[in-house]
């Protein structure tokens, strides 16, 4: 099958799902509607959908080879201004990954058209909590990558902005995206009136030397080599000017593209918050709010899945190769488990409609590059079940 032409025919399938997506956006871990409609979606075209954990997971063909399929369907808490006749009333698709669930519900009808000439088994992972990076664990933990085991996989990435759609992205040498290790410091102090300090311990106080040390440690702890960046976000305490509080809160983030800085640096995080507390006569709680690794694809296969890029004939068909970005994902952590390959495309415009980013509340992405997602996830899994060899079992 040509699935690229046979993806063109589906287009208005494929737009008419992004849209149901895109209407009723959903955030978390919890998401009825698009799980739902996941699932009487596959059923529809013969494919038995199970849930797993908070999101869903289907198999087409059969066979000890198998290669995964993600995409995450989640949005963020934040109001849509696109102006669309079908914006969300409530959250925002400001990321795209209305547009991946989309592309891999039409993916799975072109790999079910072809199912009796697959050399193996695909498995299709419809996630949500990649905003809160807290779906692929939770898939994960359900099985996800057990019964059966997929030997690779494969994520696509929509992309925004002022370019044309046909360009695909990816990085076969190196970091492609960064991690992310939320924290949560909380200062534990004695309140005291503000006329009385010397009867206090002030949270305040201490949580200002967290922060200030914090602040010293990629640029006098880590190789200068290596892209880190430490963030602290939030710093909440009291309620009175003339009141000590027994509490100080900090969090934040800790963002790498290299392994080992990134245990360095949330290793030091944990010391300076609770050797800062001990020091000015406080004690310090720290919550790890989320821990994803750096996005390091397997190179190999990534080569191999763009090779098979190359022979689907859609316009503007341009690769851009070593793309890195400081945002991070939680793809990450599947890629740490099984050989992984992750794309972006471009799926933005060329007049103003390009003039603004992911995540910012006018954001609009081009739905010409539905059919090129979706031939992309149901040609590139065809030929690895048949061609490939990374990952496979002895």
Same mark, same amino acid.
């Given at each position: ?9 589906? +287009? ?10 895109? +209407? ?54 934040? +109001? ?90 990816? %990085? ?63 710093? %909440? ?99 740490? +488990? ?27 992405? %081009? ?28």
């Amino acid at each position: 099958m040509n699935y690229y032409e046979r993806a063109v025919e589906l +287009k208005n399938e494929t737009i008419a799902h992004r849209r149901f997506f895109h +209407k009723n956006a959903e955030t978390g871990l919890d998401m009825p509607k698009a799980v739902e409609y996941v699932m009487d979606e596959l059923g529809k075209i013969g494919i038995n959908a199970q849930k797993c954990g908070k999101g869903v997971t289907a198999t087409i063909g059969k066979g000890e080879r198998c290669i995964l399929l993600r995409a995450d369907m989640d949005a963020l808490p934040m +109001k849509e201004e696109s102006g669309l006749d079908f914006a969300s009333q409530n959250n925002a698709h400001t990321c795209g990954h209305d547009f991946h669930a989309a592309m891999l519900l039409t993916a799975a009808k072109l790999l079910k058209e072809d199912e009796n000439t697959l050399n193996g088994c695909i498995k299709l992972m419809f996630q949500p909590a990649e905003e809160t990076l807290e779906g692929a664990r939770n898939m994960i933990e359900n099985g996800i990558l057990t019964d059966p085991k997929p030997h690779a996989a494969l994520a696509l990435h929509v992309a925004a902005g002022r370019m044309p759609t046909g360009i695909y992205m990816y %990085n076969d040498t190196g970091t492609m995206m960064f991690s992310v290790d939320g924290f949560k410091i909380k200062v534990h102090g004695k309140g005291a009136h503000g006329a009385y300090p010397h009867f206090s311990v002030d949270p305040v106080n201490i949580a200002v030397h967290i922060y200030l040390a914090l602040e010293a440690l990629v640029a006098r702890e880590i190789d200068p080599h290596k892209a880190c960046a430490i963030t602290v976000g939030s710093f %909440n305490a009291g309620s009175a000017a003339n009141i000590i509080p027994e509490t100080a809160e900090i969090s934040g983030t800790i963002r790498t593209n290299d392994r080992e800085s990134r245990h360095i640096l949330v290793r030091r995080m944990k010391e300076i918050a609770i050797k800062t507390a001990e020091a000015y006569g406080g004690d310090a709680d720290i919550e790890m709010i989320s821990e994803i690794p750096p996005l390091i694809c397997n190179g190999d296969l990534v080569r191999e899945l763009a090779s098979y890029i190359d022979e689907l004939d859609f316009p503007n068909k341009t690769a851009h190769k070593g793309i890195e970005a400081s945002a991070s994902e939680d793809f990450a952590i599947i890629a740490e +488990k099984i050989p992984s390959a992750y794309f972006y495309l471009s799926a933005g415009f060329e007049d103003e409609r390009g003039e603004h980013s992911a995540h910012n509340p006018k954001v609009m992405f %081009n739905e010409d590059v539905l059919p090129i997602g979706a031939a992309i996830y149901a040609h590139l899994a065809e030929k690895w079940l048949e061609e490939g060899e990374l990952g496979l079992p002895d």
